[in-house]
T-cell receptor, first 113, second 112 residues
Framework: AQSVTQLGSHVSVSEGALVLLRCNYS??????LFWYVQYPNQGLQLLLK??????LVKGINGFEAEFKKSETSFHLTKPSAHMSDAAEYFC???????????FGKGTLLTVNP | DAGVIQSPRHEVTEMGQEVTLRCKPI?????LFWYRQTMMRGLELLIY????????DSGMPEDRFSAKMPNASFSTLKIQPSEPRDSAVYFC??????????FGQGTRLTVV
């Protein structure tokens, strides 16, 4: 079975500040891990994915995430927040390549000018 | 490709009525997923098809919900009869084996 815990349902940062969104997972098999972003009234868009290759994964819009097996974590970071990053972010896990995703509850990111 | 296409985008219906949500996956994708998003429960997988065959429907809440995939380019999710607690955003997603899922823009269902 798989599960995802996103720490912090709401994160607020200033424009230009570091963005750190936390995700911890539980999986009975080697996991595939994902971050998706959802803008208001939109579907989910894939930011990045980890599929057992490099542990540091770079995604779109300057985001990256690092897979840490010892910590069962897959935190999402961006060095400098932009106003356009304001959205809800979802971490998800799947048991390998069948892509049956289990999502976390989401973290709403607010960027202040 | 236009992406995953869902219709309608918004649906308002009265309790007890039948509701049918539609999805056209990305051409060439062989897996299709239906998710439901609510404030209380977040994103939940309802059902997963592979090559038009339902593989896992353990997330379907009850017998009032049914899903079909008659061919590779079309799927429906039906609720009969609908209840106010079914109000949610329903997402369809598709993927190709070994690749990530692409989501549609969702159908916002309101049952009054």
């Amino acid at each position: 079975a798989q599960s995802v815990t996103q720490l912090g349902s709401h994160v607020s940062v200033s424009e230009g500040a570091l963005v750190l969104l936390r995700c911890n997972y539980s999986s009975s098999v080697p996991p595939y891990l994902f971050w998706y972003v959802q803008y208001p009234n939109q579907g989910l868009q894939l930011l990045l994915k980890y599929t057992s290759a490099a542990t540091l994964v770079k995604g779109i819009n300057g985001f990256e995430a690092e897979f840490k097996k010892s910590e069962t974590s897959f935190h999402l970071t961006k060095p400098s927040a932009h106003m356009s990053d304001a959205a809800e972010y979802f971490c998800a896990v799947s048991p390998g390549s069948n892509y049956k995703l289990t999502f976390g509850k989401g973290t709403l990111l607010t960027v202040n000018p | 490709d236009a992406g995953v296409i869902q219709s309608p985008r918004h649906e308002v219906t009265e309790m007890g009525q039948e509701v049918t949500l539609r999805c056209k996956p990305i051409s060439g994708h062989n897996s299709l997923f239906w998710y439901r998003q609510t404030m209380m429960r977040g994103l939940e997988l309802l059902i997963y098809f592979n090559n038009n065959v339902p593989i896992d429907d353990s997330g379907m809440p009850e017998d009032r919900f049914s899903a079909k995939m008659p061919n590779a380019s079309f799927s429906t999710l039906k609720i009969q009869p609908s209840e106010p607690r079914d109000s949610a955003v329903y997402f369809c997603a598709s993927s190709e084996d070994g690749a990530e899922a692409f989501f549609g823009q969702g159908t916002r269902l309101t049952v009054v």
